[in-house]
């Protein structure tokens, strides 16, 4: 997640549960015996539990539980005898894949210039959406929820790969009443068609970013996938390696982009370092200040073919 940006979303592979919580009950029950004593105390139990789960993590965001019931003998009770599952709200309507209505599948579908591109459905007066996306040829489903838009951070798609994504509708009242899922996370109903685009090949390639902030990135104007060769004289090198992780260094550097911009948002803050040190030194012991690590992110900016003074942070 990049600086300044706050998303609530969790993202989680589609089979993953958050806690699977196994109870049973005591004494054999055979696995063709029907709904006896043994199995009601079972259910009472898995109710209960399930209650505890849910009180217990209610006010934890984007939280989704599984709640598995095993008889002694090892089969599994159906969860619909545990909760009624809940009445299949249709599909949301009106899909967008990165600006262009419509549901698109096959050599039809949409090309996108950028890997940082977004889908989005519409869904009813009090409904929530959970989106699921995957690459086209491959790879594990992904689930995100928590927003109307499904926004795709940098690293999450790669140029020249297709995917596809749908969308579902979850009543928001009852998922706040209860977190707790007795339907399985594959589970088919109420998913709208897959719709389907592919990234172009010249996109930018954001899978090297890292944690690196990418606001920090376009600010210099570096691109995370290439590489950029500078010169530094000797005391420059010296106080990079001063206010930096960079380790040895030489008078002509190649680094990629976003090693570039981690070295430089590290400069400014030993600059910010050495002004509170400076700040609080006393007459007969002054301490040098930030200017010089300030200087040396301004050159090496420039440098780089970025801004004279780059506000990082």
């Not at 992780?245 to 430089?264: E, F, K, Q, S």
Request: glycine letters at 10%; charged letters at 20%.
């Amino acid at each position: 997640m990049t600086a300044g940006r706050t998303r609530a979303v969790l993202r989680w592979p589609a089979g993953f549960a958050v806690l699977m919580f196994v109870l049973t009950a005591a004494g054999s029950v055979p696995a063709q015996a029907g709904r006896g004593d043994d199995d009601e105390a079972l259910y009472a139990q898995c109710r209960k539990a399930g209650q505890e789960l849910a009180d217990e993590y209610r006010q934890v965001e984007n939280a989704s539980f599984m709640l598995i019931c095993q008889r002694p003998d090892g089969t599994i009770v159906d969860p619909k005898l545990l909760w009624p599952a809940p009445p299949t709200r249709p599909a949301p309507t009106r899909p967008i894949t990165a600006g262009q209505a419509g549901c698109v599948a096959g050599p039809g579908r949409p090309m996108v210039d950028t890997t940082l591109t977004s889908v989005s459905a519409t869904a009813g007066p009090g409904e929530a959406i959970t989106y699921q996306y995957q690459q086209l040829h491959g790879g594990e489903p992904i689930n995100a929820s928590g927003m109307e838009v499904l926004e795709f951070d940098p690293g999450e798609l790669a140029p020249g790969e297709s995917y596809r994504w749908r969308a579902r509708a979850d009543d928001r009242q009852e998922q706040a009443r209860n977190p707790i899922s007795f339907n399985a996370p594959d589970d088919e109903q109420g998913w709208s068609p897959w719709c389907e685009f592919t990234v172009s090949p010249d996109a930018i390639d954001y899978r090297g970013l890292g944690d690196v902030s990418l606001e920090a990135l376009n600010e210099l104007g570096l691109r995370p996938d290439r590489a950029y060769t500078i010169r530094l004289t000797g005391r420059q090198q010296r106080l990079l390696r001063a206010g930096t992780n960079v380790g040895r260094t030489h008078a002509r550097m190649t680094l990629t982009g976003p090693r570039w911009t981690d070295l430089l948002l590290q400069l400014t803050e030993s600059a910010f370092i050495a002004d509170e040190v400076a700040a609080e030194a006393d007459e007969d012991h002054p301490a040098p200040d930030g200017t010089a690590y300030r200087t040396l992110v301004d050159a090496i900016s420039v440098k780089l073919g970025g801004p004279h003074h780059p506000q990082l942070s």
